[in-house]
């Protein structure tokens, strides 16, 4: 009998800045890790309503290309309390992402600070790139993809492996 998947989403605000660029690179991440591949699915949601349905920034996609990532990425989706029970893991960018993701959720997800994987206990926030140039969605970007495969050891754990790459 096959396990079930792992729902992993991460969290920003508007969901078309940071939240899909972390989706991306963790997409990439997992399609070239053999144990997870076929076993996790990573979304993306903000916490505000404002771009729902909405490709992510020109900026964020740029900051992707520039780095070598073709995903895609999801259209912006409202984390509400229906899409955050189906996660088993809440990646948010900032503290008050994740107040607001626990108060919807009344906890039956495990959440993680995108930053504490790379600083842990400083409870340190995600820039946000948005008011920014290029090389805030780079610095934004470099982030993600130094956190990333800490986040997939973690994942690896909670499949029951344990990854030596972390």
Sequence with gaps: MARPSLHVSTICTGNICRSPMAEVVLQHLIAEDS???????????????WHVGSPMDPRARGALDRAGFQQPGSLATYADAAYLKLQDFVVVMTREHLREVVDRLQ????FLLWRNLLEPGLDLDVPDPYFGNDQEFDDCLAIFRAAGPRLTSVLRQQWGERSNEV
């Design 35 to 49: 144990l997870l591949k076929d076993h996790v699915v990573v979304t993306s949601a903000g916490t505000a309503r």
């Design 107 to 110: 906890p039956t997800a495990q």
